[in-house]
C-alpha cells in the first residue's frame, strides 16, 4: 500500500486555468505538507496543515489554497494558474510531533503552458 | 527562514570508492535529515541525526553534526550504481511540527560502473 499518494502524476494546463491536486495519506499522521521543487531542484515548503491549524509560507500566492476535507487528505487548489507555477508539487505527511521522518508522494509534475 | 547548501552540487565517483556531501544551515535545529530522490520520484528518508548527537551511522551510511559550524556531512560507502540520484539535507526546526523542512540545494550524486 502507498503510504503517501498524489494525483495526478502530471499535469498539463494552459495559462489562467484552476487546477486541483489530490494527496491523501493512510499512516495516521496529523501533519501534511504541500512542497514545491523548481526547475533546480530546490524543495520549499507552501503549507503544513493538521486538524488544529493551516500555516501558510508567507511567499506563497493567494491563488494557491490547501484543502483538507479530512485528516488523511490535503489537496492543493490553485487558481489563475501561471507559468510560474510549472514546477514538480510535492505532499508529505508526518506525525506532527517529536522527531521523526517525513513521508512523500511521488510527485505532480505541473507544465502550465 | 534558513536555507542549507549543500556541497558540492555535483558528485561523479566510480562504483565502490566512498562518496561524502556536506550540508550547512543557518540557524538553531532540533534535528537534521537526509534524504535522497532518484530521478523523477518522489523524496525517501535516508536517516535522522539529532542536534545533541554527533554521529549516527546506518548500514552504509554515516553521518556527522557539528552545531557549532552549523554542518553535517552524509558519507556512503562502498558506493553501487543504485546510488545514483540526489541527496537533500533537511533541517527539522521545531522537531516534526508544523514548520516542517527546510532543504538544501542538493548534491546530484552519478555513481559511474
Known amino acids: 500500500d502507498t503510504a503517501v499518494s498524489q494525483t495526478p502524476k502530471y499535469l498539463v494546463t494552459q495559462m489562467g486555468n484552476d487546477k486541483s491536486i489530490k494527496c491523501e495519506q493512510n499512516l495516521g499522521h496529523d501533519t501534511m505538507y504541500w512542497y514545491k521543487q523548481d526547475s533546480k531542484k530546490f524543495l520549499k515548503i507552501m503549507f503544513s496543515?493538521?486538524?488544529?491549524?493551516?500555516?501558510i509560507n508567507e511567499t506563497v500566492p493567494n491563488r494557491f489554497s490547501p484543502k483538507s476535507p479530512d485528516k488523511a487528505h490535503l489537496n492543493l487548489h490553485i487558481n489563475s494558474l501561471e507559468l510560474g507555477d510549472s514546477a514538480v508539487y510535492f505532499c508529505a505527511s508526518s506525525p506532527g510531533w517529536g522527531a521523526t521522518e517525513a513521508f512523500f508522494g511521488q510527485g505532480t509534475r505541473l507544465t502550465v503552458v | 527562514s534558513q536555507q542549507g547548501e549543500e556541497d558540492p552540487q555535483a558528485l561523479s565517483i566510480q562504483e565502490g570508492e566512498n562518496a561524502t556531501m556536506n550540508c550547512s544551515y543557518k540557524t538553531s535545529i532540533n534535528n537534521l535529515q537526509w534524504y535522497r530522490q532518484n530521478s523523477g520520484r518522489g523524496l525517501v528518508h535516508l536517516i535522522l541525526i539529532r542536534s545533541n548527537e554527533r554521529e549516527k551511522h546506518s548500514g552504509r551510511l554515516r553521518v556527522t553534526l557539528d552545531t557549532s559550524k552549523k554542518s553535517s556531512s552524509l558519507l556512503i560507502t562502498a558506493s553501487r550504481a543504485a546510488d545514483t540520484a540526489s541527496y537533500f539535507c533537511a533541517t527539522d526546526e521545531s522537531g516534526g511540527g508544523a514548520d516542517g523542512l527546510t532543504f538544501g540545494k542538493g548534491t546530484h550524486l552519478i555513481i559511474q560502473p
Open positions: 496543515y493538521n486538524n488544529k491549524e493551516l500555516i
